[in-house]
């Protein structure tokens, strides 16, 4: 079956400007999860989904960075007035239910602040 | 808090090398997970396996093999007979049955077989 995806792959956008993720998780998979790769940082939890909720947005580095999710499929990051050091790979995951079962990870966007 | 740790940033052998990747974790919680991702040149993170706290079993799939041991707090893996195919980053991972059951990632290990 298809696997998680995710949009753009690749986006470029100048300091201050927004920008929109999007990821789709596997179908009938309830927990999705953003995750952001980058080198200093290395892999760090950013927000997690159970359905449409978030109940833990802990990773989330500022309040610049938020999350949705709608009908318990698609989410979408958003970052407004992007600075330079949220120039990352964001990559999104899903899995059947939370932690006990294995995550499986989309291919990421690679996000660069110009 | 939890944290996994990985020493080894690089490494290199030759193809057909047997080679072993470290993954050291902390964690108060007495139930949890294991992971181990890879992570190819094209950057799409590769689940590979999950072990929980309770099964301290060793594995073998191929040529993978995955040795979990509670009392050093280590998750290692090895590949038998290494292939230019296996190149790629590695990544040790945790997770605990609490709250989200985020994945705490290690610092990766970038291995290179060489032909």
């Known amino acids: 079956g298809a696997g998680v995806s995710q949009s753009p792959s690749n986006k470029v956008t100048e300091k201050g400007k927004d920008v929109e993720l999007r990821c789709d998780p596997i179908?009938?998979?309830?927990?999705l999860y953003w995750y952001r790769q980058s080198l200093g940082q290395g892999l760090e939890f950013l927000i997690y989904f159970q359905g449409n909720s978030a109940p833990d947005k802990s990773g989330l580095p500022s309040d610049r960075f938020s999350a949705e999710r709608t009908g318990g499929s698609v989410s979408t990051l958003t970052i407004q007035r992007t600075q330079q050091e949220d120039s990352a790979v964001y990559l999104c995951?899903?899995?059947?239910?939370?932690?006990?079962?294995?995550?499986?990870f989309g291919p990421g966007t690679r996000l660069t602040v110009t | 808090a939890q944290k996994v740790t990985q020493a080894q940033t690089e490494i290199s052998v030759v193809e057909k090398e047997d080679v072993t990747l470290d993954c050291v974790y902390e964690?108060?919680?007495?139930?949890?997970?294991l992971f181990w991702y890879k992570q190819p040149p094209s950057g799409e993170l590769v689940f590979l396996i999950r072990r929980n706290s309770f099964d301290e079993q060793n594995e073998i799939s191929g040529r993978y093999s995955w040795n979990f041991q509670k009392s050093t707090s280590s998750f290692n893996f090895t590949i038998t007979a290494s292939q230019v195919v296996d190149s790629a980053v590695y990544f040790c991972a945790l997770s605990t049955v609490q709250g989200a059951q985020k994945l705490v990632f290690g610092q990766g290990t970038r291995l290179t077989i060489n032909p």
């Open positions: 964690t108060r919680d007495t139930t949890y997970y």
């Open positions: 995951a899903s899995s059947q239910m939370r932690g006990a079962y294995e995550q499986y």
């Open positions: 179908s009938g998979h309830t927990a």
